[in-house]
């Protein structure tokens, strides 16, 4: 089973992810937890890159693009080898990320053709205000534009995909989570 959060900066992932990781290894799973860009060598120069201050430009995006497949296919090979041996895997973004995030979106699907399939997409959709309030990001103008269409491309992609399931992520911390747990619940049940 491959689990995948997804969301706009800001939308809760990181804590949610641990909190789903909690309760399934408190359910007796085997359970694994990645965060896209990764720990590899390509995932540090990422997190390097993305401090730039032309990281949102077009040339940048195309490079964060290519980065981004390697750093993931370096990561799908992990992913393989531990769904063999029955492991739940939980990760924090995927290649639907750089499907919202870089363009364009066929050549971006493209060099993500051996990218796995999650069984399941948790979209953490959270009101625009909310999530650039808690950004780093300092240009708040720039941030709400071109964060306001990475959600619009999420839910286009959500109503597209039936893996997707959208979380309302405005509320607090603790409805979300017992939101994402009945979900989850759910597509265990069915399998
Ligand atoms: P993330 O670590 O989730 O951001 P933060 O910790 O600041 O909440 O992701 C880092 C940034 O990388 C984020 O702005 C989204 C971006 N990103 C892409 O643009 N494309 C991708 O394929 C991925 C995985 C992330």
Not at 12 to 29: A, E, N, V
């Amino acid at each position: 089973m491959y689990i995948v959060f997804e969301g706009i900066d800001g939308s809760g992932k990181s804590t949610q992810s641990k909190l789903l990781k909690d309760y399934l290894i408190s359910k007796g799973y085997d359970v694994e937890l990645f965060v896209e860009p990764t720990d590899s060598d390509i995932g540090r120069l990422i997190r390097r890159l993305l401090q730039n201050p032309d990281a949102r430009s077009d040339l940048m995006q195309k490079t964060f693009g290519l980065l981004f497949a390697a750093d993931r296919m370096i990561l799908m090979k992990k992913i393989n080898d531990l769904e063999c041996k029955n492991k739940v895997i939980i990760s924090d973004r995927s290649f639907y990320s750089s499907l919202v995030y870089q363009e364009p979106y066929d050549w971006i699907k493209e060099i993500n053709r051996y990218a796995k399939q999650p069984d399941l997409v948790l979209l953490l959709d959270m009101d625009l205000k909310t999530a650039v309030s808690r950004s780093k990001e300092t240009d708040e103008f720039e941030n709400e534009e071109f964060l306001s269409s990475v959600k619009e491309k999420y839910l286009t992609l959500a109503r597209n995909s039936s893996n997707f399931k959208i979380i309302n992520a405005n509320n607090n911390l603790e409805e979300v989570s017992s939101d994402i747990k009945r979900v989850v619940d759910s597509v265990f049940d069915k399998n």
